[in-house]
């Protein structure tokens, strides 16, 4: 995943000075294009569903993982473990809610790059061949929703299946 949020970053610093310089000739142009940019990206669901999606599912699997936590189960994700190891002591509560919020706002902010990315392409591609604007403007949803799903099933599902697991474990064992 974080290669790809490279890759749009780049891609965007490198699109970026292309629709400033074309706009040159207007300041007021340039000013309009980063307050329309910033304001489809703000306005634009596929920018939070990643994280909340994420968030939601990370969260349901930590909270239903506790009850077997403290009958003595171990945490098999390294990343909420207190070793970093798999099949070890889990971290605290809190250290686990935190490590949770932190990796949802990296979801956030690979999906702010990517919809940032494709509101620039949309908007230079349009400018410069205005004749396919409604092409461009579908194309980008196209985009926006296939990476937003994307993300979103990759970071959730195996946490919503583990959720599920954990509180057919915590009710087998009478947790």
């Known amino acids: ?3 790809i949020g490279r890759f749009l970053l780049v ?13 040159s000739d207007e300041a007021d142009s340039s000013s309009s294009m980063f307050w329309d940019i910033t304001k489809s990206v703000v306005l634009d669901p596929t920018t939070y569903a990643p994280a909340v999606l994420s968030y939601s599912s990370m969260k349901l699997d930590w909270n239903s993982s506790q009850p077997l ?3 003595g189960w171990v945490e ?15 971290v605290s509560v809190a ?6 919020r932190k990796m949802a706002l990296l979801h ?21 061949y205005p004749q396919h604007r409604k092409l461009f ?7 926006r929703i296939a990476f937003a799903s994307y993300v979103s099933y990759v970071a959730s599902a195996t946490h919503f299946e583990q959720a599920d697991r954990n509180r057919q474990l915590a009710r087998q064992y009478g947790y």
């Open 1 to 3: 995943m974080r290669s």
């Open 11 to 23: 891609t965007l610093m490198l699109v970026t000075p292309t629709a400033a310089f074309a706009q």
């Open 69 to 71: 936590f403290r009958n």
């Open 76 to 90: 098999q994700n390294h990343r909420f473990t207190l070793s970093g190891r798999p099949n070890d002591l889990p």
């Open 95 to 100: 250290e686990g809610n935190s490590r949770i």
């Open 108 to 128: 956030l902010q690979e999906s702010v790059v990517n919809n940032v990315a494709a509101n620039v392409f949309e908007r230079v591609l349009t400018n410069r």
């Open 137 to 143: 403007k579908a194309l980008s949803w196209a985009e």
